[in-house]
T-cell receptor
Framework: GAVVSQHPSWVICKSGTSVKIECRSL??????MFWYRQFPKQSLMLMATSNEGSKATYEQGVEKDKFLINHASLTLSTLTVTSAHPEDSSFYICSARGQGPGATQYFGPGTRLLVL | KQEVTQIPAALSVPEGENLVLNCSFT??????LQWFRQDPGKGLTSLLL?????REQTSGRLNASLDKSSGRSTLYIAASQPGDSATYLCAPTGRGSTLGRLYFGRGTQLTVWP
């Protein structure tokens, strides 16, 4: 099946710093990528949807200035958590979908963020 | 807004049992529905995708059924094995203005012991 990678797999940072997470589709072109956040024992919460070459669409309650998303190519999307705080500590997962409305979504392995 | 509920929340069984995991969703206007598996601290692995026009889909020991009109899907796992231990998530896909968006429930945490 299709492969989606995320980097880094885990990161520890100090409060106030910014962290960038990369999501890559390795063997297909992803016209749409999604970013999710998952807290322990909770479901995945969609943060934003990004389409290549256009601005991301953020879900209600997600601060676009805090969670910057860039989808500059058909194989790469980045999520930057700006001025991270301890409450931003979570598991961030991206997914990528190919062309067509019924295309399967493939998920990355996730990035564990811990803000001290 | 689409709401997804999965029952049971947790399941612990000895290996060899046939299992039934239930998923219900409030908006039947879906494009398709996927079942995923999530291992602890990992991403999601797609198990099965059922188109809205289909009634079921099979892959190995897994069989998923879909009753779109009643907003239900069921995942059957035959002859369960310890390696099946994981959290199972169902996710209907929106259509129309929400086309391509997945809606997740909290999942069913499955433990299969030897």
């Amino acid at each position: 099946g299709a492969v989606v990678s995320q980097h880094p797999s885990w990161v520890i940072c100090k409060s106030g710093t910014s962290v960038k997470i990369e999501c890559r589709s390795l063997d297909f072109q992803a016209t749409t990528m999604f970013w999710y956040r998952q807290f322990p024992k909770q479901s995945l919460m969609l943060m934003a949807t990004s389409n290549e070459g256009s601005k991301a669409t953020y879900e209600q309650g997600v601060e676009k200035d805090k969670f910057l998303i860039n989808h500059a190519s058909l194989t790469l999307s980045t999520l930057t958590v700006t001025s991270a705080h301890p409450e931003d500590s979570s598991f961030y997962i991206c997914s990528a979908r190919g062309q067509g409305p019924g295309a399967t979504q493939y998920f990355g392995p996730g990035t564990r963020l811990l803000v001290l | 807004k689409q709401e997804v509920t999965q029952i049971p929340a947790a399941l612990s069984v000895p290996e060899g049992e046939n299992l039934v995991l239930n998923c219900s969703f409030t908006d039947s206007a879906i494009y398709n529905l996927q079942w995923f598996r999530q291992d602890p601290g990992k991403g999601l692995t797609s198990l099965l995708l059922i188109q809205s026009s289909q009634r079921e889909q099979t892959s190995g020991r897994l069989n998923a059924s879909l009753d779109k009109s009643s907003g239900r899907s069921t995942l059957y796992i035959a002859a369960s094995q310890p390696g099946d231990s994981a959290t199972y998530l169902c996710a209907p896909t929106g259509r129309g203005s929400t086309l391509g968006r997945l809606y997740f429930g909290r999942g069913t945490q499955l433990t299969v012991w030897p």
